[in-house]
DNA sequence: ATTTGTGAAACCGTTCACAGCA
DNA sequence: TGCTGTGAACGGTTTCACAAAT
C-alpha cells in the first residue's frame, strides 16, 4: 500500500509537458551531487520563465523552501509521482525499421515505469531476430495484451495495426506513422510527425526571427536566455 | 518575378502546428480527385472545432466561398505558401543511427521544400557508406553550409554537434537527442523528445481517463469525434 | 536578503452566435 | 439554404506584483 496516493487535482495540459522537462533538469542537477535548485536555474534552462516553473511546481503541493529553492530529491520525487512513474505499464512496439529499432534501443525511451512486452513486424526477414532482448514477433500472430502500443510501421498499414492494438486492450497509441488513425473512446491516441516538427521550425526561421525563449520540447526556440547547455545531459 | 510576397501578419502558434496538418487533409482530397473541401470535414478527421479550422484558415486570407467550402487547390497552395513551402531550404543530418537512417529514408520527413545537403556520423564504419543517395561523411570533416541541422546522436555529442552547425551557418536546430543544447541567439531550436512524449501519453492514461477530442499532433486524442482514418494517407 | 507561493491583472486562443455571400 | 468569416464572450494560462517564509 505505501503512500497514501494523494490525487492530484488539476495539472494543466501545459504544465504536464512541462514537467518532464523540469525532472531532465533537476536529475542532471542530482547526478552532479547538487542538491539544491532554484525556480529561476530551471526557468533558465527551459526557457519558460521562472515565474511559469514556480506555478507550475505548486500545483505538487508546497515543496520549496523560501529564502532557499527546492530540495533536488524532493522535486525529482514529487514530480515523478505526479506523472505516474511509480506505476509501471506494458510496451508493445509495432514496426521494426530504423525508427523501431532506434526506439527500443534508446536508452532514453522506455523510462519511468515502462517495461517492453512484445516487438512485432510484418517482414519475414525481420521475424524471429532478436531486437533489445526480445525476439520480434509476426504482426499476423496473436497480439500480447499491453497498455501502449507504439506505431512504427509506413502510414499504409498504421490503421491495422491501430486496429490490433484495440483488441489486444491497449489504452493508449503513440502514432510516428503520419496518418490519423481511427480508434474507440476511451483510447488515447497520440500524435508524432517528424516532417510537421521541421515545418514549424522552418516556418518560424523564415517568418518570425525574433522571438524569444522557449528551449521546451515541441515549442522550443533558443534566443536571449542562453541556457547553459553543460548543465543537461 | 513570381507572385509578390504577401507577409502573413499574424498566425498563432497553435495554428501553425495546426496547418501541416490541415494541408496532410487536403491533398489526400486532391489525390482522390475531390476539388472542394468544407471546414467541417477537416473538423471532423483532425478532432478540432469547424469553428477553429475557419479562424486558422481565416488569417491566410479569404479563400473560401461562402455556401460551398473551399477549393482544395487553393487551399494547399495558400497553406504551403504560409508555410514557405514555396521557398527551398537545405538540410544536413548529423548522427547516422537507426534514427538518422530511418529519417532521411522516409518518404515523409525531408518534403516541401526541404532539399538533403549531407550526412555525417562520427563512426568509422559508418563513414563512406552511401545512405540516401549521400556518402556519409566524417563528422571531423568541414561542415557544409545549410539552413537546418538535424541532430541524432546520442546525447553526450550533441553539444558538440550543435557547435558544429552553429558554425556552419546553420540557423535551425531540429534536435532529437535529450539534452539542451547552447546557441547563440538568433539560431531556433526545436526539440522531439520520443520518452516525453510517452510520459505525457501515460500521464493522460492514469489520471485523466475522460477527455474530448484533438487528434492533432503532439497533444491527440481521439475520443467522439471518431475520424475517418482512410480518408487520410 | 533571498526565493517561494499566490491573488489579481493581462493576455491569448477557442467557442459562440450571427452577419455576409454565393 | 449552406457555409464562410468574424466581432464578442468565454475560459484558461501566463505574467505581474507582492506577501510569506526562512
Chains 1, 2 share one sequence.
Do not use: W
Amino acid at each position: 500500500m505505501a503512500t497514501p496516493r494523494l490525487r492530484i487535482r488539476k495539472l494543466s495540459e501545459p504544465t504536464i509537458s512541462r514537467l518532464p522537462v523540469y525532472q531532465r533538469i533537476v536529475e542532471s542537477f542530482r547526478r552532479r551531487g547538487i542538491t539544491r535548485i532554484e525556480s529561476s536555474q530551471i526557468a533558465q534552462l527551459t526557457g519558460v520563465t521562472a515565474t511559469t516553473v514556480r506555478r507550475d511546481l505548486s500545483g505538487l503541493g508546497p515543496l520549496g523552501t523560501r529564502g532557499a529553492g527546492y530540495d533536488v530529491d524532493v522535486l525529482d520525487q514529487k514530480i515523478g509521482e505526479a506523472l505516474g512513474h511509480d506505476r509501471t505499464y506494458s510496451v508493445v512496439v509495432v514496426g521494426m525499421g530504423n525508427l523501431g529499432q532506434a526506439l527500443v534501443n534508446s536508452s532514453n525511451f522506455l523510462i519511468r515505469g515502462a517495461s517492453l512486452s512484445a516487438l512485432y513486424d510484418a517482414d519475414p526477414a525481420v521475424v524471429g531476430r532478436e531486437i533489445a532482448g526480445h525476439v520480434v514477433r509476426d504482426i499476423n500472430d496473436p497480439m500480447i495484451e499491453a497498455t501502449v502500443g507504439v506505431i512504427c510501421t509506413p502510414p499504409s498499414a498504421a490503421q491495422e495495426v491501430a486496429d490490433k492494438l484495440v483488441a489486444a486492450n491497449v489504452h493508449a497509441i503513440l502514432n510516428f506513422a503520419p496518418t490519423v488513425v481511427n480508434v474507440p473512446i476511451g483510447v488515447a491516441v497520440h500524435y508524432v510527425d517528424f516532417s510537421i516538427e521541421l515545418q514549424i521550425l522552418v516556418f518560424h526561421l523564415l517568418n518570425t526571427m525574433n522571438f524569444a525563449g522557449g528551449i521546451l520540447h515541441s515549442v522550443g526556440v533558443t534566443a536571449q536566455g542562453q541556457p547553459d547547455a553543460r548543465a543537461v545531459d
